[in-house]
């Protein structure tokens, strides 16, 4: 019996070590050789199958003396059965491996595609591109920004003016965000972002349920969302019932007699808020900004010699503001609430969001944090850094590559995340202007593996990296990473045709770049790449 149960042990043994798909000799193999392995696999497997058969034979010729020989003999028999089950089933899986279909995660290693290390880059027509069509005059913006900032002043405070701080909302010095503020912008007509915060009047605050609360019920799909109620603070009558409940005539309130009077306002709720809820709605918020601002430009519009206009009405303040000259500006005016003492907004939408998370949750901001991290970097990297340029040349490729072959779901919000990552893990003396072909090849490639792997983190949430000086709250630095690609990749067809668009992105760069600086050079207009190019 021991003898029958070395041998079952040796046939194990050589089946595992001789196994062609579990330890292959080459990693891969020619045509030729496939069908050299197949054979060899099936003479293997007879072999197998003979010695198998001479064993069963041998022991069934043995008399079980014992019930402990007949015990060991159905061990050793399941043991062997169980090997060569799973032996062959593995084989299975690897060759169903071998053939399976091209699935979503294929789709961005396609054969033939361009890749950031193959994309060819020539030095001296990068550098031309840099100059002559990333260049956007720093007095010029500084033009805007004053104008537009002086305008914006000028239109809050009348609005304010018509408002009763004990009665109505309150609304607080505007912040500016977004490429004009970050020394980044490309191309016309040049837009400055602006968020407004508000505030409700003195009787009431806002309470805040975020999405990274220990106790937060809000969705896995609504990650870096907020949920808003207004209600009532102050004196302890306010929390009162008797004056919003019906008591009936056999109860009586203790705080107040028959002859007090109590009556509870509610018309901030009904002007904010969803019906018969507490909480903040957007869509009334937005009704209530814009006609606002409209009142508030009626009063001071006899000022000023140009015309203003809501060029959106689905967003609350995407105004367009007309100069005599004929010369554009755009401005976004984004009413927001601030998240306690931080810097953190809620905003009822993101400027470069087509769809807007429905009520009652309102997309967290960080936007206060992300330029603060910029002009942190602005300080420690070389004097003439190559970040700005970098980005400015993505934003490009991204935006022409989107005229060519229409709107992609990737924006200039993620590109700017994958800077900031970047930023945050190479070296400030990596990122000298002799080093920009090689940075800008970084920020294709940690693009290309985020699409790969379907994830691109934001650079504040859940990042211990970020500098303290940039004052993140904690309870956002502890909090899980947002996936900032989780609404594209959810969608077959979205992520396919985003990583299409990043592919061919990568395919044109190289001619697009060289057109572009041969056009100028050739005493092209400067300005005709922005004409060209909507931002």
Known sequence: MQGAIARV????????????????????????????LVAR??????????????????LSQQEQTTSDEGYSWCLWSTMSFIIFFTIEMYRVDLLDAEI????DEDIISESGSV?????????????????????????????????????????????????NRETDVEVGDFVGIGSMFE????????????????????????QFHLWCNASSDIPPNMQGCGRIKVIRCGDNEEHCLCGSANLGDDMLCLLHSRNDTITVDHTLEELLCSKNTHSLAKDHVMKWFQISVTKAWGRISHKYDFEVTFRNLDTAGALKIRLRSGKVVLLNLIPVVQL?????????????????SPDPYWPLSFAVYERNLLRHF??????????????????????????????????????????????????????????????LRDVFSFLQRSLQEKR???????????PEEVNVPEIFCKAEPINLFRSIVLHKELYAATVKHFHEMLRNAPVLMQEYSSHFSNGGLHHSLDENVSA
Request: hydrophobic share 35%; proline share 6%.
């Open 9 to 36: 042990c040796v046939v194990v043994a050589a089946a595992l070590l001789n196994h062609p798909i579990l330890f292959p000799h080459e990693n891969t193999t020619h045509p030729d050789e496939d069908e050299e």
């Open 41 to 58: 696999m099936r003479e293997h497997e007879e072999r197998l199958e003979m010695e198998q058969a001479k064993l069963e034979e041998e």
């Open 100 to 103: 399976r279909p091209v699935e």
């Open 115 to 163: 890749t950031p290390g193959t994309m060819v880059l020539d030095k001296d027509v990068l550098r031309n591109f840099c100059d002559k069509c990333t260049y956007t005059s720093s007095h010029e913006i500084w033009r805007v920004r004053e104008f537009v900032e002086g305008f914006a002043d000028d239109l809050l405070e009348s609005l304010r003016s018509m408002c």
């Open 183 to 206: 020394s980044w912008k490309v191309g016309r007509p040049l837009i400055c972002d602006l968020i407004v915060p508000f505030s409700p009047p003195e009787e009431y605050c806002f």
């Open 340 to 356: 306690e003492d931080t810097n953190a907004y809620f905003v009822l939408h993101f400027p470069s969001d087509c769809d807007s």
């Open 378 to 439: 602005a300080k420690r990297l070389p004097q003439n850094s190559c970040h700005l340029r970098c980005f400015q040349i993505v934003t490009f490729l991204h935006r022409r590559q989107g005229v060519l072959t229409g709107k992609s779901a990737l924006t200039n919000y993620h590109l700017k995340t994958v800077l900031l990552h970047l930023l945050l893990t190479k070296r400030p003396s990596a990122w000298g202007i002799s080093n920009m072909e090689d940075r």
């Open 456 to 466: 691109l983190n934001h650079v504040v949430t859940g990042n211990r990296k970020i």
